[in-house]
């Protein structure tokens, strides 16, 4: 399953958790769920029927303890779900705090629950962003890929330098052995994956394949830059209405 896809998939089950924006009712069963799927253009219904099956065998949901109605199973995040998904929130506050100086950190500290009235209005303006949903030909080729997002954007930390007159961004040497292991994605879907994108210009080898400089193209740079950006943007507007208590 896609990486870009399951993230999705993912905040998309918090938000009918916590209650979306757009029907505030909180309730994560698998009906449900697969309805938001398809209308939102996620996944089809057997992929995210595979997606929570997934979740519930991993012990990251579980059916909740009572539910009003007998002919459905309420589903929960476990703890491990929920603390997975607060980290994702506060590692992009304290990244907005390191750029801009902010606070937003140190105001969740005292109101917790902050968190969880963001993350149902976050997923749904992803679900909504243009750039979010299609960010470019090559950010959206790492994305359709099993851990493809993690090798993007481990190719994207190795720049040390940006020049807008050069066409290409040298990033140094990479060790294709040593990716596949630290991101747990096979050999052969890492070759096929990097062949991929350098089919259409957007990384290569300055010389010799694997034994030469590796680069990244300023198209692909520009694509993964914008894609974050809107991000960012995003949880920003968010945070800061959350967290002021105004309506968001």
């Not at 099956?53 to 991993?58: A, V």
């Not at 902050?114 to 909504?128: D, E, H, T």
């Not at 994305?143 to 190719?155: E, P, Q």
Request: aromatic letters at 8%; charged letters at 20%.
């Amino acid at each position: 399953m896609a990486s870009q896809q399951r993230w999705l998939l993912a905040h998309s089950g918090f938000a009918l958790f916590l209650g979306c924006p757009d029907d505030p009712t909180p309730g994560l069963y698998s009906g449900r769920f697969m309805d938001f799927a398809m209308k939102h253009r996620i996944a089809s219904r057997n992929t995210a029927a595979t997606f929570l099956k997934e979740m519930l065998d991993q012990k990251l949901v579980r059916p909740a303890r009572a539910s009003p109605d007998r002919r459905i199973t309420l589903l929960e995040p476990t703890e491990i779900a929920l603390e997975y998904m607060a980290k994702w929130v506060h590692t992009h506050l304290a990244s907005l705090d390191f750029l801009d100086g902010g606070k937003r950190m140190a105001k969740v500290a005292v109101d917790m629950q902050a968190v969880w009235r963001m993350q149902p209005v976050i997923a749904n303006r992803m679900l909504n962003s243009r750039i979010l949903r299609h960010p470019g030909v090559t950010v959206s080729l790492f994305n359709s890929a099993t851990s493809g997002g993690m090798v993007m954007d481990h190719l994207v930390s190795q720049i040390t330098s940006l020049n807008p007159s050069e066409h290409r961004v040298l990033i140094g040497e990479i060790s294709p052995k040593a990716i596949s292991s630290q991101f747990m994605i096979s050999s052969t879907h890492l070759k096929r994956l990097l062949k991929q994108a350098a089919q259409i210009g957007s990384v290569g080898w300055a010389g010799a394949p694997g034994k030469s400089t590796f680069w990244l193209s300023h198209r692909f740079v520009s694509e993964y830059l914008r894609y974050h950006a809107e991000k960012y943007a995003m949880i920003d507007a968010v945070s800061q209405a959350a967290l002021n208590q105004s309506d968001i």
